[in-house]
């Protein structure tokens, strides 16, 4: 789970330096684990594929309306949420602490079946934490035209960067579906 330079990879995840940095800004990381909102519709074989997160900045150009800098993190494959399990929490869990001390915040893409227990579950394997870490999903994947997916994304990624006093004004892990916060 080591991070090193841009586009390099292990042997379960992706890494990618920021997306776009504002050096002052607040820096969110952005960790894609599976689920639809990662996915796109492959039009031609009418399938879902994996959204390539290095054209986040295209696709959701709201995003720079955003005050921070985001850097993405993707499991080599994506995991289905109905196949999320301990091993999966702990590496999720591993990641954000080996990284802890580089981010302001934590936004973790992830199935809806299952994104709850996720949450739950890094609730009490993060203790006392100071930053944010927001779990969100969607119905819809991220490429559809009436797509839930861009609007909990960056809810999410708002919600993460939020600060007041110059301290986060979330502190735990909460999940942000459908308008809410939990």
């Known amino acids: 789970w080591g991070f090193s330079s841009r586009n390099s990879q292990n042997n379960n995840c992706k890494f990618k330096t920021s997306l ?4 002052d800004s607040t820096k969110i990381l952005l960790i894609y684990t599976g689920g639809t ?5 492959d039009y031609k074989t009418d399938s879902l594929t994996a959204f390539d997160f290095n054209t986040l900045q295209k696709n959701i150009p709201e995003l720079f309306q955003l005050d921070c800098s985001i850097t993405t993190v993707s499991f080599r494959q994506p995991i289905d949420s109905s196949n999320m399990n301990p091993k ?7 990641l954000i602490g080996d990284k802890y001390s ?3 915040g934590f936004v973790i893409l992830h199935g809806s079946d299952t994104m709850s227990y996720t949450a739950s579950a890094l609730s009490f394997m993060l203790e006392n934490l100071a930053k944010p870490v927001i779990v969100t999903g969607s119905q819809l994947p991220i490429g559809d035209l009436r797509t839930d997916a861009k609007e909990n994304l960056i809810t999410a990624i708002q919600i993460a960067s939020l600060r007041e006093n110059d301290r986060p004004v979330i502190q735990e892990v909460g999940l942000y579906f459908e308008y809410k916060l939990y």
């Open 37 to 41: 909102i990662g996915m796109v519709k």
């Open 20 to 23: 776009w940095d504002m050096t």
């Open 88 to 94: 999966y929490w702990s590496k999720i869990a591993s």
């Open 102 to 104: 580089n981010f302001d």
